[in-house]
Every structure is written in C-alpha cells, then in structure tokens.
C-alpha cells in the first residue's frame, strides 16, 4: 500500500458493507480520488445495493452501478432454492467453502474493476478482502489478489504500456474486531453498512455474515448501530 | 489440448465469429460436451449476437447468452463516437494496440466462463485467442491465458479441490490461413459467422477484423462465403 504524494486515481468495490465501506472512507482519508464500483449480480441481498447508494450519497464520490447478469447460479447467495447456511447451527463443508460462495466472483469483479481503472486511467483497485475471521472464499486470499494483479499486468494495455495495475486490500491482514475498530475511527456511517446476506429488510442476525460482524463489535466492544438500526425487538 | 477418453465438459466463449465459431466445431468433434457462453458487452457489433444465435440453433448444443454493463467505455468497440480504425488505411497506435481493445475483456470473459464452468462442474474453458495473425491485444496471447489459468486455480473451489480449470486456445499458434482450412474441414458454416467490427448489417470489409479475415481466405485460396452472403456490389 502506498502513501500517494500526488492524487492516486483509485476504483474501489464498493458493495455498501462492512469492509467495503471502511477501504472506501480510507482511502478518502488518504487522498486517493476514488471511483466506486458496484455490482449487481442476483445477489439475494440487493438490499446491499440500497445501503451502497445511500453510503455513496453524502459522499460525493464519483460511481458505477452497473448489472451483469449470472443465471447459472452455483451458490445460496444466487439461488434461492439453498438455504444460507448459519453460522453455528451448520457444520461447514468438506472444503470450508461455504455453499454462499459465488463462482469466481472476486475474479469477474476485479476483472471488471480493472476494465474500469484501464478507462479511468486509474493506478489501483481496492478491495475489501480479508483473509483473517472470513468466510473461507478462496478469492479472498492474498495468493489469489497477488496472481489477479498479475494477470491484469499482463493482459491490459496499462500493464503492456508500463503501468500495471496495482490491486489493494487494506484490510486483508484485519481481524473484524480491527476493522471494526478502524471503521469508527475513520467515521463510517456503521448504521448504514449492510452486511446480512439474507434479503430481507433487516439482518438475520445468523447467517455467516451476520456472526462475523457480530463478532466483530463484540471483541471491539461496541454495539452494532446497525441492529439498533433495523433489527427487530425479536432478537 | 487433450484428448478426452470420456467426455469432457466445457464452456466455450463463443462470439458467433469465424474463430469461436471454429473453436466450437473443433469440441464438439473431440467429443466435448460444450456449453456455449455468448456476453452482449455493449459491443457495437452486436449483430454477432446473431450470428451466434444462428450458428447454434441447428446444433442443439447447450447455451447462455448473458449481457453485462460496461459503461464506461474507453474502446471504439464500444463507444460510439470513436472511429473503428481501418486496417490498411490508419497507423497502429504507438503501443500496436488498436482502440477496438475493450479494457480487460478477455480477463472478464474467462471470468465469467470460470464461474459458469464451476457451476457446471466443467473442466474446461474454450477461447478462440489466436497470437498469430491477430489485432495485437494483449488478452490474446499465450502469457495471459496461462496467468488466468492460475488465478482461476487459485481464486475458485475447483482449483482449492485440486481440480483446477483448464483453459484451452486451440487457434492461439494458428495463422488465419490455417484456421481457414480448419473452419473448412470442420464444416464450420462459414456464411454464418460474423466478423466486421462495425455495427451493419453487411461487412465493411475495411476495417482491422475483416482485413485479418480477407487475409485469411486469399491465403487459403477461398472464396469467403460470408461476402457473398452478406456483402453488398460495392466491394
């Protein structure tokens, strides 16, 4: 990661949670003239989408809302018909990866962040992957973000001409608790991150996602604002 | 490229062009079981599409025609305003990469056939890359394809299971001469397939793609179906 003495042009995944929205207000804190980037891709959580904008909003930061579309499913995140696993009630998979892993979806979203870079005459992409209290997605790992950068050096223009794309992920090396930490830190609106990849209008509270954040303000001692926020009195 | 004693499932990038259209012939004569990906990407030549419908209707081989947003352009390929260059007529650019390069294309394309192949439990993905008589894209070439193949190693359950996807180029050491004669011997419906960058209903005959395809067919010393099918008197 590198301290930019002039203004780095930057696009960052943004897809309005947790991490994403915490590498987006550091690298606002660090000067970085950011172009954000979201997808939609039949995520059963397109309330993730929602929480994006109105992150986005007051920001004034410049962004991509763009659609592609995945009809072969592959993953409960997609395909409704599988349940989202939760978090302590189900043993993991023979592989620890999940069943809401999505096929190949860190590559298609850095290959689409790196197609928007290339037209942006942008130097790096963020990412909010962390490879510390994560899911066990395999393209969440730094092998893998160190062979993406690779191929995008080899395989865009920028790359051929010199100026390879530099992938970054602050948060890699994080535990939830540290991030959550630097998240209150850098004044993240944590009441508007959506992390729940359910669909529905509040978080489970159970699913993989939701245990991790919950784990996460637990060790850094704080309350979620975002459960006061829209959580039922159910829970 | 091997050669399969029991079928081999893959996904084949298909444009409805001379080359996936060759590429695709090629699988299914090996035996393949193929699943065609076609992406509508905002190309100004999207009558490939088509092509590609009509190629595979009477072949009855598997399919999904998928759009994406990209709408941040940055090629003459999809941006409208820019001026497709013409082959013989216009300088290459200093970096011999022509405008019509679409910003990370192929590392999307291969992406998003890495996804499709995980969720088909496919083994192999198919592109019609050629290094030979070729635009000067640096996501055609042999280096690129072979970094993707280890992101997608890497970065997917397939490759952490220790199946990892293989991506096959079987036209990337071929002239366009050769894959002439082998589109020819394949029975490929050459008159189908579409090659011309610009958007009309008949070949320009003028710009990089057709001259790469003229090349081809004098070389063979065939007469390209496609012009009389398609082409107007005027050339």
Known sequence: MKSPTQATRAVCLFSGGLDSTTVLYDALRRGYHVTALTVSYGQRHAREIESARRILQPLGVRSHEITI?????GSSL????LAIPQAL???PADDKIPSTYVPARNTIFLSLAGSLAEAL???VILI???AVDYSGYPDCRPDFLSKMEQVLATGTRAG???HPLSIEAPLIKLSKKEIVLLAQSLGVPLEWTWSCYQG???PCGVCDSCG????GFLEAGLQDPGETYEVSSKR
């Not at 579309?69 to 499913?73: C, H, L, S, T, V």
């Open 160 to 162: 051929v001409n010199g």
């Open 128 to 130: 909010g992957a962390n």
């Open 69 to 73: 579309e995945m009809p072969w499913g």
């Open 212 to 215: 991790l954040r919950k784990k």
């Open 121 to 123: 005459d942008a130097q």
């Open 89 to 91: 009630a189900d043993p």
């Open 78 to 81: 997609t395909d409704s018909s």
């Open 200 to 202: 529905g209008t509040r």
